[in-house]
């Protein structure tokens, strides 16, 4: 079987937010499964010294701008939050939880999360609304709290942000394919190429 998808990606992304609502098809296309694998990017700019990009000089207007953008012409749902960027804890120690329930509900809650922070803008870095938001597709909300707070879950996210690091993982969206890194919601076309080719 063909190897899957690793899929990188932060909540405070809004790039992340859109990969993810087109990953899962575009690996459905070649037969790939999606492994969901969210990350801290504040950890991960401790190491690349990098800032978010509505905050970088220059950089800010244009992302904002960008991604309203972006959002419209690949008909995405989107409105910069209210409280941007925000701690991505609570809701990546819920999606790793749910690894044993398979890639599909790790998609669903995936997605209902970054509905709630980029669409309806509610502030899913706090524990209670992730839990509300999780009830939302079927989960327990108190079993989500626990989660939350368990210390298994806090040191699983930490390992697995230190391992994508150690990875070269520096950015969301960020999917490696077969061992071959791209980095940006703009590069799943490339994704889609490389997959449908073998590589170039």
Do not use: C
Not at 15 to 30: D, E, P, R
Request: glycine residues 8%.
């Amino acid at each position: 079987m063909a190897n899957p998808i690793q899929f990188y990606y932060d909540f405070a992304s809004p790039y992340g937010y859109m990969a993810a609502t087109k990953i899962s098809a575009l690996a459905a296309k070649y037969g790939r499964s999606v492994e969901w694998k969210p990350i801290l990017l504040g950890v991960v700019f401790k190491v690349t010294g990098g800032v978010p990009l509505p905050s970088a000089p220059l950089k800010g207007d244009y992302s904002r701008r960008d991604m309203e953008r972006s959002a419209r012409l690949f008909k995405v749902p989107y409105k910069l939050p209210s409280k941007f960027p925000i701690a991505g804890q609570s809701p990546a120690r819920v999606i790793y939880s749910l690894e044993s329930q398979g890639a599909t509900r790790q998609e669903e809650v995936t997605l209902a999360l970054y509905r709630a922070y980029m669409v309806d803008d509610r502030d899913i870095s706090n524990p209670e609304v992730t839990a509300d938001v999780a009830a939302s597709v079927g989960m327990d909300r108190q079993k989500v709290l626990d989660l939350i707070a368990d210390p298994e879950m806090k040191e699983k996210l930490k390992a697995e942000t230190e391992a994508a690091i150690a990875r070269g993982v520096f950015g969301s969206p960020y999917i490696v394919v077969d061992g071959e890194p791209f980095w940006g919601f703009d590069r799943l076309e490339h994704v889609d190429r490389w997959l449908q080719n073998g590589g170039w």
